[in-house]
């Protein structure tokens, strides 16, 4: 069945450096992604999105990389700051409106 | 612009006992989510609106959940009875459909059954 998982479940980065967040997905007719940052005690937020007919989308420090290939998916933040601590979830529409979420990685910045 | 507001943000019950959670999603959207997230995992689709219609009810365990939205506005969710694995957090999220796939999520109700 369809499935969104994440290879690591928990990310450290030192302050300043870049963290890169993956996620595979199983779904290759998935034609669009989300990546979203849950801090504790909220719901998830939209950080940036991508389709399947881009490889590559950017955002304010943040880039998402699509590899159709080998539907694989991931989460580059530039210069990671203690505020980027938060568990990111990416997440595969599978039908109409609907979204399949991955399990999440939880990204610590270290002082 | 208010966000999607939920209440309660917590609850504890005894097994066996009713609960219901509230949502009010953001104005103009007419697309509203129930999900569940159990702890360390992502959400997981419980049911779907468009307006007051429930297009997407699969993964919804009808024997002892339900929902309405019946202004197409806020909606509810109800448990009777409550189990113990049912202890998660109930999210509710919303969007505008046609404008972007873009939803936005409520803080979640904390719901522990003891």
């Known amino acids: 069945g369809e499935s969104v998982g994440l290879h690591l479940p928990t990310l450290s980065v030192q302050e300043g450096d870049n963290s890169i967040i993956n996620c595979a997905y199983s779904?290759?007719?998935?034609?669009?992604f989300i990546w979203y940052k849950q801090e504790s005690g909220k719901g998830p937020q939209f950080i940036i999105d991508?389709?399947?007919?881009?490889d590559k989308r950017q955002g304010q420090r943040v880039t998402v990389l699509l590899n159709k290939t080998v539907k694989h998916l991931s989460l580059q933040i530039a210069a990671t700051q203690p505020g980027d601590s938060a568990v990111y979830f990416c997440?595969?529409?599978?039908?109409?409106?609907?979204?399949?979420f991955g399990p999440g990685t939880r990204l610590s910045v270290l002082p | 612009e208010a966000g999607v507001v939920q209440s309660p943000r917590y609850k504890i019950i005894e097994k066996k006992q009713p609960v219901a959670f509230w949502c009010n999603p953001i104005s103009g959207h007419n697309t509203l989510y129930w999900y569940r997230q159990n702890l360390g995992q992502g959400p997981e689709l419980l049911i779907r609106y468009e307006n007051e219609e429930a297009v997407d009810d699969s993964q919804l365990p009808k024997d002892r959940f339900s929902a309405e939205r019946l202004k197409g506005v806020d909606s509810t969710l109800k448990i009777q009875p409550a189990e113990l694995g049912d202890s998660a957090v109930y999210l509710c999220?919303?969007?505008?459909?046609?404008?972007?796939?873009?939803?936005?999520f409520g803080p979640g109700t904390r719901l522990t059954v003891t």
């Open positions: 999220a919303s969007s505008l459909q046609g404008h972007s796939y873009e939803q936005y």
């Open positions: 779904n290759s007719a998935s034609d669009y």
């Open positions: 991508i389709r399947s007919n881009m």
């Open positions: 997440a595969e529409k599978v039908s109409g409106q609907n979204f399949v």
